[in-house]
T-cell receptor, first 114, second 114 residues
């Protein structure tokens, strides 16, 4: 079984709809991250969480919110989706030992906002 | 602020030829540097990382990278390309001040031809 899972894998929605993307991990890591990937822009950090009570904004958090329900679960919400939020979204985890951490990525969720 | 620049969004090599993917970094403090690979329809996985121990770092699948402080570079190489190396490659930087937050480059897509 995969260590980092994301649901759904694909989602098509309409402008203005609320969407939740879910991430679960079985690696026992404290740190979790949400990124979006756009062609030609690489990955950009949306939010990150160092433990259940510690949630921080990344470089592009506007229009997004997150919830860390448990050590193993980290959800990303789009309160009112807009077309420029069409992207590939990745969840990642890491051990939290510092700047040399390896991040472990989920398979991604492809979101299309019409 | 830290950043990485990947020169060349697309690189094409023949099977058996040398692979060279370029990455230059900018960081106000000693950096930690990473190369991640993304195979089609998959999440990212770590190829190798520089953590200030040895400047020549060996990774998985025959890849290696050399940290050159004087050139602020961390180029990825492989002596002989294989068809299975076709993927997108991302360089990333972090440091102790960012506590495992990664800043990614824009990616280089490697094509391997017969």
């Amino acid at each position: 079984d995969a260590d980092v899972t994301q649901t759904p894998r694909n989602r098509i929605t309409k402008t203005g709809k609320r969407i939740m993307l879910e991430c679960s991990q079985t690696k026992g890591h404290d740190r979790m991250y949400w990124y979006r990937q756009d062609p030609g822009l690489g990955l950009r950090l949306i939010y990150y969480s160092f433990d259940v009570k510690d949630i921080n904004k990344g470089e592009i958090s506007d229009g997004y919110s997150v919830s860390r329900q448990a050590q193993a679960k980290f959800s990303l919400s789009l309160e009112s989706a807009i077309p420029n939020q069409t992207a590939l979204y990745f969840c990642a985890t890491s051990t939290g030992t510092g700047g040399t951490d390896t991040q472990y990525f989920g398979p991604g969720t492809r979101l299309t906002v019409l | 602020a830290q950043s990485v620049t990947q020169l060349g969004s697309h690189v094409s090599v023949s099977e058996g030829a040398l692979v060279l993917l370029r990455c230059n970094y900018s960081s106000s403090v000693p950096p930690y540097l990473f190369w991640y690979v993304q195979y089609p329809n998959q999440g990212l996985q770590l190829l190798l990382k520089y953590t200030s121990a040895a400047t020549l770092v060996k990774g998985i699948n025959g890849f290696e990278a050399e940290f050159k402080k004087s050139e602020t570079s961390f180029h990825l190489t492989k002596p002989s390309a294989h068809m299975s190396d076709a993927a997108e490659y991302f360089c990333a930087v972090s440091n102790t001040g960012t506590a495992s937050k990664l800043t990614f480059g824009t990616g280089t897509r490697l094509q391997v031809t017969l």
